[in-house]
C-alpha cells in the first residue's frame, strides 16, 4: 500500500511543473534540473556553468531530468516504504554509506546512510527525485554532485575515462598533473597558472576520450578544489580574499579554519604551527583569485608528474615512458572501489579488467602523442625555465 502511494506520489511529480527549469548541457547531453528552491540555481550557476553550457526553456533536448524536493511528507513515505516487506534490498555503494533498494521493476531508490537525503530513479534512469530535508547541510551543493555523477556517468557511456589528475589549458594545449596523494598536484596547478599564465581546467578530476588510438580531448569536471591552507598562503590575493572573508571555505570545521586564516600572517607561520586544514574552493574562485579563467575543455599535448620537497633544491625534469605511465595510473589514477567503479547509478556496467585494459591504452597512447615529464622541485618558481623550454607552449 505505501509503496503504491510513494510510486503515485513520485509520477505525479515528474509530471508536474515546477517553478524553476535549467538545462545544463554538452553537445553530448543535457539533464534538466528542476526545483522548488530559487538558490539552487544560483549555485548551480556557480558550481556548473564553468563546465556546462546552462539554457532555459529547451526541454526537447532533455535525455535524463532531476527533480528536487524538500517535502518532509515524502520523507516519511519513504522511510515507510523502504521498511516495508514489498521492498528489496539490492546492494551498497560507497561503502555502506548508500543502500539500494528495488520498490518495483520500474524504480529504484538510494538511502544515505549519514543523512535523510534520497534519490528515486526509473529502469531506463531517464529521471531521478532527489529528496531531502530542509535542515539538510548539504542542501545546496547535493543537486549540482547528483548531476555531476550522471554527466560523468554518460561521459563513460561515450567511451570517456574519469582520472584522479589536474589539469590546465594555455592556447588550446592541455596539460594533465598526475601523481600519487601529497606528490604535489594542486601546487603545480597552481603554479602553472599563477606563474606562467595558464588557465584552470580542474583540480583533481578530469574525463579523457580515446578515439581512432588518438586522444581528442581533456574535459574538466566541477569539483571544488581541496587546498590545503599552507599551499593556499603562498599566493598573496587568494590569502588577503581568505582572510577578508570573500572566499567562503566550503568544510564543516569553517569556524575552525577561519579563525586560523584570520589569526596567521604568513607562510612562514602556517608551516611552523602544522597547520594541516584544508579549504574548498570553487573553480571560479581559484581562477579569479589568481587573475585566470577556467577553461572546459582542451586537447591534450603534456602529461606531468610532480615531485615536490625540500631536497631538490635544483629543480629536475625528465621524459618517463609507457612502463612509468602506466605504473602510475593504475596504481594511483583509477581507484576501482571509488564511486565510479561500481557505477552508484549503473548507467553502464564496466568490470574492473574492462576499465583496466582502457587504461593501459590510454597509457600507451599519452605516451605516443604527448610529452610526457617527470618534475622534482621545492619552489615551482625555480621550475619555470626548464618547463618553458621544454613545452614552448
Known amino acids: ?34 526545483t522548488n528552491l530559487a538558490e539552487q540555481i544560483s549555485w548551480l550557476r556557480e558550481y556548473l556553468s564553468p563546465y556546462y553550457m546552462i539554457c532555459e526553456d529547451e526541454t526537447e533536448r532533455v535525455e535524463s531530468s532531476l ?7 515524502l520523507i516519511d513515505l ?22 539500494e533498494y528495488k520498490i518495483s521493476n520500474e524504480l529504484k531508490i538510494q538511502k544515505t546512510s549519514e543523512r535523510e537525503s534520497y534519490i528515486i530513479f526509473n529502469s531506463e534512469r531517464s529521471w531521478f527525485v532527489l529528496i ?37 589549458e594555455k592556447n588550446g594545449l592541455g596539460v594533465m598533473i598526475c601523481g600519487e596523494k601529497g606528490s604535489g598536484k594542486t601546487t603545480t596547478v597552481l603554479g ?14 578530469i574525463m579523457l576520450a580515446v578515439e581512432n588510438n588518438r586522444l581528442t580531448k581533456i574535459k574538466g569536471v566541477p569539483f571544488a578544489a581541496a587546498i590545503r591552507l599552507g599551499t ?16 567562503i571555505p566550503l568544510k564543516k570545521e569553517t569556524k575552525k579554519i577561519q579563525s586560523h586564516i584570520n589569526a596567521v600572517k ?67 589514477c583509477f581507484t576501482f572501489k571509488e564511486d565510479s ?29 604527448c610529452i610526457c615529464l617527470e618534475i622534482k622541485y621545492c619552489n615551482f618558481e625555480d621550475i619555470v625555465p626548464l618547463l618553458n623550454d621544454r613545452l614552448s607552449i
Open 341 to 369: 567503479y561500481p557505477d552508484r547509478f549503473d548507467i553502464v556496467n564496466q568490470s574492473k579488467t574492462d576499465v583496466q585494459n582502457r587504461v593501459l591504452e590510454l597509457a600507451q597512447t599519452i605516451s605516443r602523442t
Open 266 to 332: 604568513s607562510l612562514e607561520e602556517v608551516e611552523m604551527w602544522s597547520i594541516k586544514e584544508y579549504i574548498e574552493l570553487l573553480p571560479s574562485e581559484i581562477a579569479c583569485s589568481l587573475d585566470s579563467k577556467v577553461v572546459p575543455i582542451a586537447k591534450l599535448g603534456v602529461l606531468i608528474f610532480p615531485i615536490i620537497s625540500q631536497e631538490y633544491k635544483e629543480p629536475i625534469i625528465r621524459d618517463v615512458d609507457y612502463q612509468y605511465i602506466k605504473t602510475v595510473f593504475l596504481r594511483e
Open 67 to 73: 527533480f528536487f524536493t524538500m517535502d518532509s511528507s
Open 232 to 247: 593556499a598562503f603562498q599566493y598573496e590575493k587568494i590569502q588577503s580574499l581568505l582572510k577578508k572573508g570573500t572566499l
Open 1 to 34: 500500500m505505501k509503496v503504491d502511494l510513494l510510486r503515485n506520489r513520485i509520477k505525479k511529480m515528474i509530471q508536474s511543473d515546477f517553478e524553476y527549469k535549467v538545462l545544463v548541457g554538452t553537445d553530448l547531453y543535457s539533464v534538466a534540473f528542476s
Open 132 to 168: 531531502m530535508h530542509p535542515s539538510d547541510a548539504q542542501l545546496l551543493q547535493e543537486p549540482s554532485r547528483v548531476i555531476r555523477e550522471i554527466m560523468v556517468r554518460k561521459l563513460e557511456k561515450n567511451n570517456e575515462l574519469m582520472i584522479h589528475a589536474g589539469a590546465v
Open 192 to 205: 602553472f597558472i599563477y606563474y606562467s599564465d595558464y588557465n584552470y581546467i580542474s583540480n583533481d578530476r
Open 78 to 99: 519513504i522511510r515507510e516504504a523502504v521498511l516495508g516487506s514489498d521492498v528489496k534490498f539490492v546492494g551498497s555503494y560507497r561503502g555502506e554509506n548508500i543502500k
